[in-house]
């Protein structure tokens, strides 16, 4: 059994991790509030956005769609993967590498892939397999929709170019602060639409129904992109936020454990002193 000033260094040092663990939870479910009020009222205009697209495009021929609704043989894939800059959030990241990893087994084993990475963590896990184009770790410190557009246009561009078939994004859906779902989107082509006309509503339009796709479908794209970093950004606080708190919750366990510990060592000490004094008194008397 360590002895008692061991105990105690280990019950000094579990208090002071308590104490980082604790603080870092606060600091987490304040930004939460925060990120998770500015997906919650994004949403409803992002699926607004996206029926509407969809309800023009249903009703007009795939070319009208442009460039970004190609469909190309794929023999080359970006994979935008969104992760955070920092770990201690649990499985945040690690969702994100095997969600990537498992996308690529089953559907692009025999194609060329390439990673975008959007935080630190997906380019350092994913990068020791795969090429990473580029990572962007300065996004979360000015998380704003002019800065993701900028990601997204080289996106775009990346694609037109045609340096890929096919884009997919790979994120964490915010649900709750315990639960966050890998998600899998394709981002280009534009999926076809089918069936997304409404034929009980007649609209005149202004200027045609091409030129208000064609303007739409840049600006729809990269209101996808920064939705997934806002959903991911608000999972990321949510994972730590539950992970410092499962982790303060087993640093106290532990510090009750041994302070258990620590008390019976003491006790068991001082009793041994007891018995030593009674023994050398019984040898003086006799």
């Known amino acids: 059994m360590a002895n008692l000033k061991e105990i105690r260094n280990r019950i000094t040092s579990i208090g002071s991790t308590m104490q980082i663990t604790s603080a870092m939870k606060m600091v987490s479910a304040a930004k939460l509030k925060k990120a998770q009020d500015a997906i919650t009222q994004?949403?409803?205009?992002a699926e607004k956005l996206t029926k509407l697209l969809q309800s023009l495009s249903a009703t007009l021929d795939?070319?009208?769609?442009?460039?970004?609704?190609?469909?190309?043989?794929?023999?080359?894939?970006?994979?935008?993967?969104?992760?955070s800059n920092r770990g201690l959030c649990g499985g945040?990241?690690?969702?994100?590498?095997?969600?990537?990893?498992k996308n690529i087994a089953e559907n692009y084993s025999d194609k060329e892939v390439e990673i975008l990475a959007i935080g630190k963590k997906g380019g350092?896990?994913?990068?020791?397999?795969?090429?990473?184009?580029?990572?962007?770790?300065?996004?979360?410190?000015?998380?704003t929709f002019d800065n993701v557009a900028d990601i997204a246009q080289k996106v775009m561009d990346l694609y037109l170019d045609g340096a890929y078939d096919k884009v997919e994004?790979?994120?964490n859906q915010f649900k709750n602060a315990a639960t966050q779902i890998t998600q899998v989107e394709q981002f280009l082509p534009i999926q076809n639409t089918e069936g997304a006309t409404n034929s009980n509503v007649d609209y005149i339009f202004e200027p045609s129904k091409e030129e208000i796709v064609?303007?739409?479908?840049?600006?729809?794209?990269?209101?996808?992109?920064?939705k997934a970093i806002r959903d991911s950004f608000a999972s990321e606080h949510g994972a730590r936020m539950t992970a410092m708190h499962k982790a303060t919750?087993?640093?106290n366990e532990l510090r009750n454990d041994?302070?258990?510990t620590y008390n019976k060592a003491r006790q068991a000490a001082i009793t041994n002193e007891i018995l030593e004094i009674v023994g050398g008194a019984e040898a003086l008397k006799n």
Do not use: C, H, W
Request: charged share 20%.
């Open 42 to 45: 994004m949403r409803p205009y």
């Open 62 to 83: 795939a070319s009208a769609g442009g460039a970004y609704s190609e469909e190309r043989e794929v023999s080359k894939v970006l994979i935008v993967a969104i992760t």
């Open 92 to 101: 945040f990241n690690s969702s994100i590498t095997k969600g990537t990893l």
């Open 124 to 143: 350092d896990l994913l990068g020791k397999q795969f090429n990473v184009i580029e990572t962007n770790n300065e996004i979360f410190d000015d998380l």
């Open 169 to 171: 994004l790979v994120y």
């Open 214 to 226: 064609l303007q739409l479908i840049p600006k729809s794209l990269k209101t996808q992109l920064y």
């Open 249 to 251: 919750d087993n640093a």
């Open 258 to 260: 041994l302070l258990l």
